[in-house]
């Protein structure tokens, strides 16, 4: 097993090498303004589909919150080497977090965030493995790869997510995904800034579990 992934690693790492200078070749990197603009053109679209209606101008997009204080996210994430990736997940607008001393409800639209996080499943899994080959990176070497990168990305994981969205729609969903979370950890570069944990308490707050709440809230 060790030997297979070991020639694995030595095939993917070739792989990304030579991906890395053809990359260099053709640089002519997307910037700020043109990446908005193609994401307004190519993402938006995709994401009115799955009820993503609100978009903030830049790299948020989001629904408006249901009846249970629940709305659906989707975030790209600008990364080093010239790439970026997804993430995805849900705003509850009666769990604050802290920013510095201060402490914010996220209710409006402009203190929208991902309170709940999760990463496109190919990105998380290369994580896990250490892996060299991210098929849901999208690059920004250039404006034709770009485009082609950012489809490629969606188009794989555009169910994924939506069909996350509807299996967490309520609290109670919530609470039972993220015990499954909470119990066995993705592996993290780094630390994840609203644990699981966390999260529970206040969920089992608003369900007026008040000792589950205190339980969870120790853990954190």
Same mark, same amino acid.
């Given at each position: 097993?060790?030997?297979?992934? #070991?020639?694995?690693?030595?095939? $993917?790492? #070739?792989?990304?090498? @030579?991906?890395?200078?053809?990359d260099v070749q053709n640089l002519d990197e997307?910037?700020?303004?043109?990446?908005? $603009?193609i994401l307004r053109d190519i993402a938006n679209p995709k994401f009115e589909k799955i009820g993503l209606k609100n978009w903030n101008g830049k790299y948020l997009w989001f629904s408006d919150f249901n009846k249970e204080g629940i709305k659906h996210v989707v975030e790209y994430n600008v990364l080093?080497?010239? &790439?970026?990736?997804?993430t995805f997940g849900n705003c509850f607008d009666f769990v604050p977090t802290f920013s510095g001393k201060k402490l914010i409800n996220h209710r409006t639209e402009k203190s929208t965030k991902i309170i709940y996080l999760k990463k496109t499943e190919s990105w998380q899994k290369s994580i896990e493995t250490q892996r060299h080959i991210n098929p849901d990176k999208v690059s920004t070497?250039?404006?034709?790869?770009?485009?082609? &990168?950012?489809?490629?990305?969606?188009?794989?994981?555009?169910?994924?997510?939506? @069909?996350?969205?509807?299996?967490?729609?309520?609290?109670? *969903? @919530?609470?039972?995904?993220? *015990?499954?979370?909470? $119990?066995n950890p993705p592996f993290e570069i780094g630390?994840?800034?609203? &644990?699981? $944990?966390?999260?529970?308490?206040?969920?089992?707050?608003?369900? &007026?579990?008040?000792?589950?709440?205190?339980?969870?809230?120790?853990?954190?």
């Open positions: 097993m060790n030997f297979l992934r #070991k020639i694995r690693d030595i095939f $993917e790492r #070739k792989v990304f090498l @030579n991906e890395f200078y053809e997307v910037l700020l303004e043109k990446r908005i $603009e080093k080497g010239f &790439s970026g990736a997804f070497i250039n404006e034709k790869k770009f485009r082609e &990168s950012l489809e490629k990305v969606l188009n794989r994981n555009l169910i994924k997510i939506e @069909n996350w969205f509807k299996e967490n729609e309520t609290i109670e *969903k @919530n609470i039972y995904s993220l *015990k499954k979370d909470a $119990e630390t994840r800034i609203i &644990s699981f $944990e966390y999260i529970l308490a206040f969920l089992n707050r608003e369900k &007026s579990e008040f000792k589950t709440a205190e339980f969870w809230l120790n853990e954190h």
